[in-house]
């Protein structure tokens, strides 16, 4: 594998491969109804305990959309600046599975609720656009549990009907890197966009991916496998690199790839042969009899449009335009809406400079050290542009700053208050600064004499003897002052 | 008299009720007294006898005769969900399934006032043209001994004819109300596509399904069809239009109205009774100030093929959620596939397996683009016909049914020549319009024959008015003896 100029390629024997890969990512909704019933879909509770006789397809049932996914689905739409199809139709995909109640799934086949978009990816090279070949809304299944019971395979339906948006991108990714900003950029639109919450770990964001390989050079695409249900970036990029370097491999050996669906075997890190093409269902998908065409009027479409909040995109152009942010500093701070968010009521009432410093630095450090998101920060937005107001209008210095923010970690303190009880503020009085430098250079007369005989470096050495005297709260910046105009 | 009261109309009974001159318990008792001793005609799949006087009871203590069905005792098809009382759908695989719900169209029913006795026989998920692929057995049609009642809503045909029930209600996906309707000498109305609630129906083809009313006479037919009627955000497919007071707007005034008779409905071998009961509907219209004026309906040859595709296609999927893992019949199998395999070959019955193959296959890579899409659009041309002809008549009359009823296994071994039966039903659905048919006359077996007048999407009152016109002048009378009662 070579990463020269941030390119991905599998080299053998002198002949160097390109790796296409494609996502589709499977987004779950978020709602709290499920797309065509009114159960719950909240995440971790007790089997079968959210499921309507709709979701478990008794008899005579019917479903009904709910009318918050569409607008979320839309809202995803715009997100991506893709396409909103006025009208598109639901499909059943037909197969049995014992966590399928219905014997199909509602899905939209030929005709998806959005068309073609886009997503910009922020490279090391530069910006890369992704193409987006269509998002649509289908049900999710349940859930078989086959290590419960020794004999029967337990069936858990809280998910059975869920809302999904499956958003499939064109063939557009090169590298492992690339697959990551994607995920990533993909999962911050929509939490932008408060349309899914993104969260990997409770299964709300998974991936098909499909991997395939040519020389560089080619024109012709090669023979795709399709890895199923993968759902962490780590494991997208373990399964993407081994199928790429298997495929390779078959290809050197004067082998020829077979169009399959594979799967990844997260304990041993390898992908497996789940069915052939051959092999492949007829879902013999037609449009569901139970609903009618989907229409939304322009109307519909333009009061959402109006409603999107801003996006990473814009409010990185903005961060660095109003704000003076590098693009570095910019995509950091925007790359999530809650940081973007925190960031915004610091900065709102603080030094912007100071904010991004203290955020991207000492925060983040801090919540990297405990694990935990910025929501859970233990410093709130408030207390800390106040913190940075202290530092700005010089009460204390930069260094003290950083032994208040120490006190305000455990249990979200008042910074001023902090600075109060302990007597940190700064002395910033030039009389009383005058003292403790006068005493400074009567104590040390040598020191003196050899920094006046050109010994310059010997400078550092006041200021640190005036710091440490004052504990650390004389004010640097007028030390350094008046001790030059001592000394010289 | 207890006889007398089963022999009342259901208009006639809920005034008897409200005018105090008899009780629900009274009531519901004769039926239940006549249906215990018909059971020869294997009308029932159910009972629930004891619950339904109990409720006539509890009716009676507290009445209250502003409800349309007062403490009226009904007995429903076997197709509807009905909370607490087994529904089978006329299927193995469904024997011993409680719902612990109600359909939409039961519940109205029930709002206003009714009492179910018991659940009705009918094809097998009704699939059927004759009542014969129920897995609870054959039934009889109360005008002969060993004839069927027609399909698939035929507990209900016979149940009504037979007087077991003052009305009843059905399911019509391709003639499935109007058929037995016809085979008995009843009255029964297939209402537009989504006039009446699909909900908790045990679903056969979803874009052809619809409820709809089985009685004695057309003005019992208006009041069971205000009552079915309900707009229902439980079903998609629900359309929310301007219901009429049927029954209080019910006259038989056809002065002006243009009927049209469409030429393709005047099929190669059809019994001369049904031509001469054709030209007496038409001679009744014109009598009565109505126009007759022939159209055309180009495409009628093309809605049998159509709709063994599109039924099919629509049932193979519906039925896909019995597969033994949730409720109803389960076999024991090695594995999930294994046990699929056994559930649903020992739970469906040929008829339901024929069905769902066909469907299977419409539906098939390679074979979609060549049926099910074809199908779909011929649909919409036979849909089209009945536009370009509603431009010139207000409603059409034809014949209900190419023959009067069977004898029980005349036709089992030849499902096409059963399917020829709906030739004349078939296109409504697939138009999604409203029909009704009537009884007119008698072949001269004696066996009933009805007519068919196809409205307007959802201009039930203009057929029910027509049917009301046609119901007068014919003065048709029912010759049952009630040989299966010793």
Redesign the interface.
């Known amino acids: 594998m070579s990463k020269n100029n941030g390119e991905y390629l599998i080299i053998r024997n002198d002949n160097k491969y390109e790796v296409i890969i494609g996502l589709e990512v499977h987004a779950q909704v978020l709602s709290e109804s499920k797309l065509f019933s009114t159960s719950s879909t909240k995440f971790g509770s007790e089997p079968n305990t959210q499921v309507s006789l709709v979701d478990a397809a008794f008899p005579g049932m019917l479903p009904v959309i709910n009318e918050h996914c569409i607008k979320q689905a839309v809202k995803t739409g715009i997100g991506l600046k893709a396409k909103i199809n006025k009208r598109s139709i639901f499909d059943r995909k037909n197969y049995f599975y014992a966590d399928l109640p219905q014997g199909y799934q509602i899905s939209q086949y030929k005709d998806p609720i959005v068309g073609e978009g886009s997503v910009t990816l922020d490279m090391p090279n530069g910006e890369k656009n992704i193409g987006i070949e269509r998002l649509h809304l289908e049900q999710d299944a349940g859930k078989s549990i086959h290590d419960i019971d020794p004999q029967n395979t337990l069936v858990d339906l809280n998910r059975s009907g869920v809302a999904l948006m499956e958003i499939v991108s064109k063939p557009d990714l090169r590298s492992l890197d690339e697959v990551n900003a994607y995920i990533k950029k993909l999962r911050s639109i929509m939490r932008y966009l408060g349309t899914c919450d993104g969260n990997m770990q409770e299964g709300s964001l998974r991936a098909d991916v499909n991997v395939s390989v040519r020389k560089k050079g080619d024109k012709k695409l090669g023979t795709r496998c399709e890895i199923k249900n993968v759902n962490s970036i780590k494991f997208m990029q373990m399964a993407i690199d081994f199928e790429a370097n298997r495929q390779v491999d078959i290809i050197e050996e004067g082998g020829s790839i077979d169009q399959e669906t594979r799967l990844f075997d997260t304990k041993k890190n390898e992908t497996r042969s789940m069915r052939s093409k051959e092999d492949a269902h007829d879902y013999r998908y037609f449009p569901d009899p139970d609903l009618l065409p989907l229409e939304l009027n322009d109307n519909y479409i333009d009061q959402i449009k109006k409603n999107i909040p801003e996006l990473p995109d814009e409010k990185k152009k903005r961060f660095i335009e109003k704000f003076k942010l590098s693009p570095y500093e910019a995509n950091i701070l925007v790359s999530d809406i809650e940081i973007s968010k925190y960031f915004e009521e610091v900065s709102k009432n603080s030094d912007v400079k100071l904010a991004t410093n203290w955020i991207t630095g000492e925060l983040f450090a801090l919540l990297n050290e405990k694990n935990i998101e910025i929501t859970e920060s233990p410093i709130s937005s408030k207390n800390l542009s106040k913190l940075i107001n202290l530092i700005k209008d010089g009460t204390i210095s930069g260094k003290i700053a950083k032994s208040v923010f120490e006190i305000m970690r455990d249990g979200d303190k008042d910074p001023i208050t902090i600075v109060e009880e302990k007597g940190l503020k700064q002395q910033s009085d030039p009389k009383e600064l005058e003292n403790l430098i006068n005493k400074v250079i009567i104590e040390n007369p040598k020191n003196v004499e050899a920094y006046k005989s050109g010994k310059d470096k010997l400078f550092g050495f006041f200021v640190g003897q005036v710091m440490k005297n004052s504990n650390g709260k004389a004010n640097p910046k007028l030390v350094n002052e008046i001790l030059k105009k001592k000394l010289n | 008299m207890m006889s007398n009261i089963t022999d009342l109309k259901l208009v006639e009974l809920v005034d008897k009720i409200k005018k105090k001159e008899l009780s629900s318990s009274e009531v519901t008792i004769a039926f239940i007294e006549r249906s215990k001793k018909s059971k020869k005609l294997n009308a029932y799949i159910s009972e629930n006898y004891e619950n339904a006087i109990k409720k006539a009871k509890i009716f009676d203590q507290k009445p209250d005769f502003k409800k349309k069905l007062p403490g009226i005792p009904i007995a429903v098809k076997d197709l509807?969900?009905t909370k607490n009382i087994r529904?089978t759908?006329g299927s193995k695989i469904?024997e011993n399934?409680v719902?612990?719900?109600e359909?939409t169209v039961t519940q109205n029913i029930l709002d206003e006032g009714g009492i179910v006795i018991g659940k009705l026989n009918c094809d097998e998920f009704a699939m059927g043209s004759s009542n014969e692929t129920s897995y609870f057995g054959n039934v009889q049609n109360p005008v002969s001994e060993n004839l069927v009642p027609g399909g698939s809503s035929g507990g209900s045909s016979s149940a009504i004819a037979a007087k077991l029930t003052p009305a009843t209600i059905g399911t019509d996906t391709g003639g499935s109300i109007r058929q037995p309707a016809s085979f008995t000498g009843t009255v029964g109305l297939k209402p537009t596509y989504g006039s009446c609630s699909?909900?908790?129906?045990?679903?056969f083809?979803?874009?052809l399904d619809q409820a709809g009313p089985m009685t004695h006479d057309v003005k019992d037919c208006s009041l069971m069809l205000e009552i079915m009627s309900t707009y229902d955000?439980?079903?998609?497919?629900s359309v929310d239009f301007k219901r009429e007071n049927y029954l209080t707007n019910l006259n038989e005034n056809i002065k002006g109205k243009k009927i049209g008779i469409p030429k393709e409905y005047r099929v190669d071998g059809m019994p001369k009774e049904i031509d001469e009961l054709w030209e007496k509907g038409i001679k009744i219209i014109k009598e009565n100030g109505g126009q007759i004026i022939e159209i055309s309906l180009p495409n009628t040859n093309y809605a049998l093929p159509t709709y063994y595709i599109v039924a099919p296609?629509?049932a193979?999927?519906n039925?896909?959620?019995y597969?033994g893992?949730?409720?109803g019949f389960r076999s024991k199998g090695e594995n999930?596939?294994d046990m699929?395999e056994k559930t649903r070959s020992e739970g469906f019955g040929d008829e339901v397996k024929r069905r769902i193959m066909i469907g299977?296959y419409v539906?098939?890579?390679g074979y979609?683009d060549a049926y099910?899409l074809k199908a779909q659009k011929v649909r919409r041309l036979i849909k089209n016909d009945f536009d370009e002809a509603y431009k010139k008549v207000d409603a059409i009359l034809t014949p209900s049914t190419p023959s009067s009823a069977f004898k029980i296994g005349e036709k089992l071994n030849d499902p096409v020549s059963m399917y020829l039966n709906d030739i004349f039903t078939v296109p409504i659905n697939l138009a999604g319009l409203p029909a009704i048919s009537i009884p007119a006359g008698h072949d001269k077996k004696g066996y009933p024959l009805g007519l068919q007048v196809i409205g307007k999407a959802f201009d039930e009152q203009s057929i029910l008015n027509i049917a009301f016109a046609l119901e007068k002048n014919i003065s048709f009378k029912n010759n049952i003896t009630d040989w299966w009662i010793k």
Do not use: M, Q
């Open positions: 509807f969900c529904t759908a469904l399934f719902p612990t719900y359909s699909r909900y908790g129906i045990v679903a083809a979803s874009s955000t439980k079903d998609s497919t296609a629509e193979s999927s039925l896909a959620r597969d893992v949730k409720y999930l596939i699929y299977t539906l098939s890579s979609y099910y």
